[in-house]
């Protein structure tokens, strides 16, 4: 099919390969404008911009489409001189007003990394895990003007195990999207059948994430605790205070042992077999740990450079 590939992070370019490798003529790729990063602050090319200048395909950066963009006009009349059988979209970060809707031939198909109605919006793989959820999964969707509310083509399954982080999690999910995709548009529109309006019930929303879901609220159950950690492991980091430093927590797990009159955020245990943090109920183990401005470290390592003592507790 002639498609237009819209999307910026690694989840879509897994997406975008899985297209080109399958026979897929693809008109011209969409991703966010080059963004300032690290400490120098260069600008970085998305990883789909990078995986479309690999494969020779041309692309378009417009910062917004909005009706009120002075970037949207062009980048429209260039859809549509394009004429695409369709649109696909998977996790592309911008709004698709219905100017852009409505330019190819069957729509615009979105890659949402969800069992939809549950968890839409920008964040549906850490939203998933922090809230302990058991299973998420992928939707295609015809997009419509509202915020993932379109009927689906097809939904495919995957369990979240407690081991899972997002970056595990994560490329499950882009795995399945990519064949997923493929899989649909292998004869598209498929014959007979139609898209199914979403649940009315049911819907949650995956909002961005803030510098609060980061926070550790060491109140809160162990279980719940550790969901929070995992849902942003490995980036940007789950983050802890202690004597006035910050630090990121990673690799949480449950601890078996028994608890005797711990606060939480208190210190039970902290030499090198690990670092042990009661919680409200219970408490976890912190498998790796890092400072502002330093690398993350396995906890045994950490400790060697971060002397700390049971009892201390963090805020």
Known sequence: ?????????????VALVALIEAGHDCLAVMTQPDRPSGRGQKFVESPVKHEASRLSLSVMQPASL???SPDSGPAIAQLKQL????????????IVPAAVLEIPRFGCINIHASLLPRWRGAAPIQRAIAAGDSETGIALMQMEQGLDTGPVWAEYRCPISPEDNFQSLHDRLAAIGASAIVDLLADFPPPGRSPKPQPADGAAYAHKISKADLEIDWSKPASLVRDQIRAYDPAPGAIAHLGGESVKCFEPGLWPGALKNSLPGQIIKADQQGLVIACG???????????????KLKIREFLNGWPVRVGQSFN
């Open 83 to 94: 004429q695409p059988d369709v649109m696909v979209v998977a996790a592309y970060g911008l």
């Open 1 to 13: 099919m002639r498609i237009v590939f819209a999307g910026t992070p690694e989840f879509a370019r």
């Open 281 to 295: 109920e219970g408490a976890i183990t912190i498998g790796s740990a890092q400072r502002p401005g330093g690398r």
């Open 66 to 68: 909005k009706p009120s």
